[in-house]
Every structure is written in C-alpha cells, then in structure tokens.
T-cell receptor, first 113, second 110 residues
Framework: NAGVTQTPKFRVLKTGQSMTLLCAQD?????MYWYRQDPGMGLRLIHY???????AKGEVPDGYNVSRLKKQNFLLGLESAAPSQTSVYFC????????????FGNGTRLTVT | KNEVEQSPQNLTAQEGEFITINCSYS?????LHWLQQHPGGGIVSLFM???GKKKHGRLIATINIQEKHSSLHITASHPRDSAVYIC????????????FGTGTSLTVIP
C-alpha cells in the first residue's frame, strides 16, 4: 500500500497563477483533509471531506477550492495564488474521522512569489 | 484563542534520558492523538487515546480527561527520536475534527 500520496512535492508560483494539488489514498478511507502548516503555528484545516462527493470548509478556506469526485482522491485548488498562500500543505485521511488514526502525505512545499 | 498548549516548546536531551512532553487542552474531546513530524517533514501518527495509557516500544502516552491533560513519555531516548511531537485533541464532532498544538521540538544528542 502506498498510503497517502501527494503531488507535487514542490512548486513555485507567481502571484495570480493557479494550480491543483492532488491527494490520493489507497486505504479506502472515508475522511480526507487538507491542512496548511506555517512556522510557529499548528496545522490548520483548509477543507475536508467526509465521503465521496462531499466537501466542507475548515478553519482557513478562503482562496482555496476542493473536490472529491472519487473516494480515493481529494484535490485542492488555488485559483489565483497569493504570497500569503506560501506554506507547506499536507493531505491526510482517516477511516472514521476523530476516532481513527490520521495518515498523512509527505507534504507539498508551495512558494508564491 | 489557543485550544492546545504544549510544553516545552523546545527540548534538548542527552541520549538515554527520560523525556516528557506535556499537552493541555481546553476543549471537550472524544480522543487525543500524538503525532511525530520527522526532520524531513513527514508526519506519522503515534498514538490515539481516549483514556488511561498506551505504550508502544519506548513511547508511552497518558491522558487525564478530567484535567484535560496528556503526556508523551520517551524512555531511553535516542538520537533517532529527534523530531517535532504534536498533540491533537479531537472534539469528535463533524466540524473541525482536530485541534493541533504547535509542537515540541525534541533534539536528542548522542
């Protein structure tokens, strides 16, 4: 099993450009999450999904969109990147939310210039 | 507001020392997770607990629900334990599934 796979690992964007981060999991997990990690701050939830076809906003959703068309994939989109979105992004999944362990991808380091 | 407080923020220990990392939280929870973030950035789940104590190898996690406090202990620390340890209590509702501490950075010196 590959677990949780994130692509790409690194990306540099110019302000205003768009991109999509892909998260794929092969563990048949219902719950998937997108977090951002910034220096001195804990992981912050951007969006999450509790099942195929569902998405919901987290703590810091502005500037991001997500889609979960297939159970195994959770996409995070930036339509018009801003320097404030420079961060490390982590995807995670779990079987039944809070009562099962979180499995993380290796992260995507995004720089917006 | 900060629902999760970890202490210490940074910790340096000699190889072999017994280490304790503390986590206090203000929200009602149904479970609490301890995560380890390696120097390369990857995050792995160490423990999930809702009461009492769990042990895995040299790592022990305890939780006191009434006092809203959890501890992570590392016995006979080793340089490979050097990492950031993150406490993540979960209220168990369907909204924000987890709150995350800012982490404790541990360095174990040979």
């Amino acid at each position: 099993n590959a677990g949780v796979t994130q692509t790409p690992k690194f990306r540099v964007l110019k302000t205003g450009q768009s991109m999509t981060l892909l998260c794929a999991q092969d563990m048949n997990h219902e719950y998937m999450y997108w977090y951002r990690q910034d220096p001195g701050m804990g992981l912050r939830l951007i969006h999450y999904s509790v099942g195929e076809g569902t998405t919901a906003k987290g703590e810091v959703p502005d500037g991001y969109n997500v889609s979960r068309l297939k159970k195994q994939n959770f996409l995070l989109g930036l339509e018009s990147a801003a320097p404030s979105q420079t961060s490390v992004y982590f995807c995670a999944s779990s079987y039944v939310g809070h009562s099962s362990p979180l499995h993380f991808g290796n992260g995507t380091r995004l720089t917006v210039t | 507001k900060n629902e999760v407080e970890q202490s210490p923020q940074n910790l340096t220990a000699q190889e072999g020392e017994f280490i304790t990392i503390n986590c206090s939280y203000s929200v009602g929870i149904s479970a609490l997770h301890w995560l380890q973030q390696h120097p390369g950035g990857g995050i792995v789940s160490l423990f999930m607990l809702s009461s009492g104590k769990k042990k895995h190898g040299r790592l022990i996690a305890t939780i006191n629900i009434q006092e809203k406090h959890s501890s992570l202990h590392i016995t006979a620390s080793h340089p490979r334990d050097s990492a950031v340890y993150i406490c993540a209590p979960s209220p168990g509702d369907t909204g924000n599934q987890f709150y995350f501490g800012t982490g404790t950075s541990l360095t174990v010196i040979p």
